[in-house]
């Protein structure tokens, strides 16, 4: 793979992996609510 | 033909969606709020342009010049942390605030005074962005347009009446609109010349001739996000955090587009399509100027050009134009906000609850409209002396908000105290002015920065002024209480 491709996965995998975090964090958080 | 193709595609839209929905905008609540009754896909384009302006493309792709692929950072931690913190968290509390604006709800939380000082301070914050922006639009205009207009005033001059015709028509639900079309040519127009640029240099050696370039010059780590320098972690990672956490989540440009969504819900769930739009926003434009620093002609223009340069050699016309289309789309998505949000404070809080609280719908909406022409007017005079986005200028003002914005954090989480909150505001500016007109010489540039002092000022006086004075409780504590209250009311009746 070329590098800016593994650029463009590695960027993908961490800002969606960072985003699922808050969103399982937003779902402890407030158990019970509708998303 | 670049130019003309971007000029007739944001005309062509902005008329478009000027006549489609100036019917829909019946008051001048609609005009600055989008009428509170839109679904989560305009919310989240609402939102999600707003913050990718140049400092999301330009000022990255030339830092890329010097710190190379790392600088994606920046876009990693601003839509893997920023995006979601604002729309899961942020969002929501400014719309349970039932105010308009950022300053009306510090007004709320601490007291009238409080609000009417930071209405005064954040309109000039804005439009100092709003220079920056403006004059990188016209920069796009002027290099991708190959120099067939002279920067100042002519593309000056376009920019701000593009941005003019960005709002004017229909406020926020324009903009709603507008930004959901431009993230999408965004996206699309600067991913579409990564792939142009990857079949350009197929016959050129390919893309392991720039990775092999930039080995040959002993900096391979340009090719990879894995350079942690002090420079990047201080100059990069750290600001990142500080400014779009602390700064834009204090921005009515972020929380205007709150007031347009149907409901908390709608703020949401565009969360994870928010969070990849602001992070690959800006990886197009990396990619280019690391491309371009690597072929000798190119790289001869400078890492301001580099991007610009690099198109008119390596793609045809008609994609220099969709490039040119999806760079204005961030700055000028960014700078219609900008003014559109400075118009909303200055009318609302200045002019109406300050000056006149019994003022009519249709004045509040004419007010706004010719507020807005004036914000553009404020501008350009300065845009035609900048001649260039200023870094400087970016953290100077960013940094106004960074006091604000710790404070409202600890009036809505833990304690209001109004001593409290105006005592660290002032520390906060005083620490701001003094770094950045007086800047220590005898720091690392990496450590000069002006939002190192003024978060540490927030963070000193804010905390510790807290501990020691008493309060009353955080501000979402408060509102719950009488949400029980009320319930318990209406069971009693």
Known sequence: MAWPWKILLFQFCVTLGMAVIFYILWRLAHRGRSW | MALIIAIAYFLLLSVGTSLWLRSRVKSGSDFVTGGGTLPWPLVTAGFVLAPLGSGHTLSLWESSADIGASVLWWAIMSGGIFVP????????????????????????????KIGWMISAVFPAQLMGICIAEVSATAAALYALGGGALPLAPHCILIAVVLTIIYIIAAGLMQVAWMNLFNATMLIAGSFMAVFWTGSWLAGRGGWERIAGFYASEGASWKTSVFNFSPEVIFTLIFPCLILTVFMQSASQVQNQPMLMARSE?????????????????????????????????VAATGAKLSVPALALEAFPPWMVGILMIALL???????????LASSHIIVHDIFKRACNPRMSDRTFLTLTRTMIGVCAVLVIIPALKLGSPVFSIFMWTFSFAIPVFGVYLIGMLWKVNKYAAWITISAGYLANFYWTFASPTWLPSYLSLNLYPTTFATLLFGIGLNLILPGEPGYLRQLKAREAASGRRAAEA
């Not at chain 2, 729309?87 to 709320?108: A, H, I, K």
């Not at chain 2, 969360?271 to 072929?295: C, D």
């Not at chain 2, 789309?329 to 003014?339: F, R, V």
Request: proline content about 6%.
């Open chain 2, 265 to 297: 819900s709608d703020i949401r769930r565009g969360v994870f399509w928010a969070a990849l739009v602001n992070s690959f926003a800006a990886y197009p434009w990396v990619i280019l100027a690391l491309v371009g620093m690597a072929i000798p002609t």
């Open chain 2, 329 to 339: 789309a961030a700055t000028l998505s960014t700078t219609a906000g900008l003014i």
């Open chain 2, 85 to 112: 913190l604002f729309l899961l968290w942020f969002g929501p509390w400014f719309r349970r605030l039932q105010v308009q604006t950022f300053p009306e709800g510090m007004g709320r939380i601490f007291g009238e």
